[in-house]
T-cell receptor, first 115, second 115 residues
Framework: EAGVAQSPRYKIIEKRQSVAFWCNPI?????LYWYQQILGQGPKLLIQ????????DSQLPKDRFSAERLKGVDSTLKIQPAKLEDSAVYLC?????????????FGPGTRLTVL | AQSVSQHNHHVILSEAASLELGCNYS??????LFWYVQYPGQHLQLLLK??????LVKGIKGFEAEFIKSKFSFNLRKPSVQWSDTAEYFC?????????????FGAGTQVVVTP
């Protein structure tokens, strides 16, 4: 079974530039998550999708971050404009659903460096 | 407010030593509890999880964890570590039925096992 795919794996940009990350979840997984992991911290949930609808985006900085999941499969996360504090690893995860017991499977992440 | 705390940021131990990593959470209701591991160069993967029932849960690779409700703790243990257990370990929780799928992670513990 193929895992969660993410691209790019690494990205270096200057502050105020824009950047986008892509995620392809495990086939058949209805729920998709984006996490931000800052160095020295655990992952923090940014947004949760169920199919192509947003379930929770309470921790997404909506003034600069946006995310979409077209057709309920792939998803993109965008930052515009980037700030220095956005330097982090951005993790995508997917699960069958949001029932108790639905395991989240994580992708390899995209490491973003903002200069 | 920090919902999940891990007691140690770094642990160094020798092969065959016993390992115990502490995890405490702050929530009085029903919780789901997880331990995730990230081996060098690999993505996050689930070690074990607790939802209900026997508070002593066994996971992959010889790991186990014990849920002590009165102490709000979910400590991870392994009786005899190997060099291949070198990794970062994250405790995570889902706090209540409205939060199923919304993992909250601790800051992680970097474990280094020396030959």
């Amino acid at each position: 079974e193929a895992g969660v795919a993410q691209s790019p794996r690494y990205k270096i940009i200057e502050k105020r530039q824009s950047v986008a990350f892509w995620c392809n979840p495990i086939s058949g997984h209805a729920t998709l998550y984006w996490y931000q992991q800052i160095l020295g911290q655990g992952p923090k949930l940014l947004i949760q999708f169920q199919n192509n609808g947003v379930v929770d985006d309470s921790q997404l900085p909506k003034d600069r971050f946006s995310a979409e999941r077209l057709k309920g499969v792939d998803s993109t996360l965008k930052i515009q404009p980037a700030k220095l504090e956005d330097s982090a690893v951005y993790l995508c995860a997917s699960s069958l659903g949001v029932g108790r017991g639905d395991e989240q499977f994580f992708g390899p992440g995209t490491r973003l460096t903002v200069l | 407010a920090q919902s999940v705390s891990q007691h140690n940021h770094h642990v160094i131990l020798s092969e065959a030593a016993s390992l115990e990593l502490g995890c405490n959470y702050s929530y009085g209701g029903t919780v789901n509890l997880f331990w995730y591991v990230q081996y060098p160069g690999q993505h996050l993967q689930l070690l074990l999880k607790y939802f209900s029932g026997d508070p002593l849960v066994k996971g992959i690779k010889g790991f186990e964890a014990e849920f002590i409700k009165s102490k709000f703790s979910f400590n991870l243990r392994k009786p005899s570590v190997q060099w291949s257990d070198t990794a970062e370990y994250f405790c995570a929780v889902e706090l209540g039925p409205d939060s199923w799928g919304k993992l909250q992670f601790g800051a992680g513990t970097q474990v280094v096992v020396t030959p």
